[in-house]
Nanobody, 115 residues
């Protein structure tokens, strides 16, 4: 059972930056992939960025060039968000997929970008 704890959300003005962190209860090498999803009010949850155990990254088109996903070699994944826009406002969820391809979710952290 993988447990995920997110931190780093908050309120920021457009053009600003935030860094989200997600710490797993399992070592990174025991997890196939980790990522960040977001869900805005009235919208479906969508993938923002992901990183595999082989450090292969994937980004939504809407955040390419602005967001960067990275990880340490222990238990934490980061999402550096630059040049934030009001449309980035959402609850951001950390996701992990274990070696048995089971999905786990964090509790979510609110990111609000004011115009």
């Amino acid at each position: 059972q993988v447990q995920l704890v997110e931190s780093g959300g908050g309120l920021v003005q457009a053009g600003g930056s935030l860094r989200l962190s997600c710490t797993s209860s399992e070592m990174i090498f025991n997890i196939n992939a980790m990522g960040w999803y977001r869900q805005a009010p009235g919208k479906q949850r969508e993938l923002v960025a992901s990183i595999t155990s082989g450090i292969r990254t994937n980004y939504a088109d809407s955040v390419k060039g602005r967001f960067t996903i990275s990880r340490d070699n222990v238990k934490t994944v980061y999402l550096q968000m630059n040049s934030l826009k009001p449309e980035d406002t959402a609850v951001y969820y950390c996701n992990a997929v274990d070696r048995l391809w089971k999905n786990y979710w964090g509790q979510g952290t609110q990111v609000t970008v004011s115009s």
